[in-house]
């Protein structure tokens, strides 16, 4: 080893300092939104310039890149992803990178066009979908996003007659829209689609969030022990613990508040602009925009090797051990969760 080389730096595989090896890829491809939800949009968001954003053409060589250093999944979030034009192609191009490792390519949505392009995105390849979905009620769906709730039902329809696999996500907050997690697994369960619950985070675009806020784990298993036989499944490398109702139906609980599963972590996130993060959480991140722009124009990844691999090694143990630090000005909407 050279005297300037560090241990992380030398390292062939995505891993920190507390052995996790990284997997999972998440890129928001852009911070805007149509829907207005309380845990991720601020109230008056000012959106990144255009200009600014990588190009899918930069992504696809950060992509490459990334494959190559061990990750297998990659999951393109927003924002809205399907706001940005473009996205379709750019799935359609990720398939390349299967030749080398690439195994899974998956979109969070909020469904709202999904009816739009769910034929598109089955043909450009990609494997599956996270919807989110925070209430059935449609006053109350209204309230929490500022959008109608019927085009994303529609969403959710193309996407099973195509054929696309997803699972709803369900963010709750306490005194909003607890009264739906009975509501919320019944109708999943009727339609046998996947459903996880998730303990809202303190990722809102206002920062007003409070742990009185937080509808836990424990909390939505009360809710639901009066009408389900319930039994814990094992947790794998997931951050939702599933649970067995009825041993007919099962359910995901994504409790970061009350049970963090930062020990398994094997996820990295890019935003739009270029910056990474080595956690949801994360008080900093790396800008690697101006050292991507110089790989690409001299076809050497040495010096994005050297800001990205310590940047990871160092990700700190989890999010209990960093929820005390200063408040970041960074949140859902420009992470993609």
């Keep these: 080893m050279m005297k300037h080389e560090s241990p992380e730096t030398m390292l062939p595989i995505l891993q920190d300092q507390y052995g996790r090896i990284k997997r999972k890829l998440r890129i928001s491809v852009t911070d805007r939104c149509n829907f207005k939800c309380v845990y991720c949009m601020p109230e008056h968001p000012e959106w990144m310039k255009k200009q600014d954003l990588l190009s899918f053409e930069a992504l696809l060589v ?3 890149y990334m494959v190559k250093q061990g990750i297998e999944n990659i999951r393109i979030t927003g924002g809205e992803p399907l706001m940005r034009k473009g996205v379709v192609h ?3 191009d990720l398939q390349s990178l299967r030749a080398i490792g690439l195994k899974r390519i998956s979109i969070t949505t909020n469904g709202h066009y999904l009816a739009k392009y769910a034929e598109q995105l089955k043909q450009a390849g990609l494997d599956d979908l996270n919807i989110s979905l925070d209430s059935l009620d449609a006053d109350q769906f209204k309230q929490l996003t500022k959008k109608d709730l019927a085009p994303v039902l529609s969403g959710i329809q193309a996407a099973q007659r195509v054929g696309l696999p997803f699972k709803i996500n369900c963010v709750l907050i306490k005194g909003q829209n607890e009264d739906q997690i009975l509501p919320m697994v019944n109708w999943a369960k ?3 689609i996947p ?3 998730i303990e809202f985070m303190p990722l809102d675009g206002d920062q007003h969030w409070t742990d009185q806020a937080v ?8 809710q639901l022990q009066p009408h389900y036989d319930i039994h814990v499944l094992q947790q794998q490398h997931e951050p939702a613990r599933q649970y067995r109702l009825d041993d007919q139906y099962t359910i995901g609980i994504i409790s970061t508040i009350t049970h963090s599963f930062c020990g398994d972590c094997d996820r990295i996130r890019l935003t739009a602009q270029g910056e990474l993060y080595n956690c949801l959480f994360a008080q900093q991140g790396l800008n ?3 050292y991507l722009q110089r790989a690409i124009k001299e076809k050497m ?3 994005l090797d050297q800001q990205i691999k310590p940047y990871i090694w160092h990700k700190a143990k989890g999010y209990h051990a960093i929820q005390n630090q200063h408040v970041r000005k960074i949140s859902m909407h420009m992470l993609g969760g």
């Design 62 to 64: 950060f992509c490459q």
């Design 90 to 92: 750019f799935i359609r």
């Design 190 to 192: 009727q339609q046998n």
């Design 195 to 197: 459903l996880r619950f």
């Design 215 to 222: 509808v836990s784990e424990a909390d939505i298993l009360a």
């Design 288 to 290: 690697i925009k101006p």
């Design 301 to 303: 990844f040495q010096q």
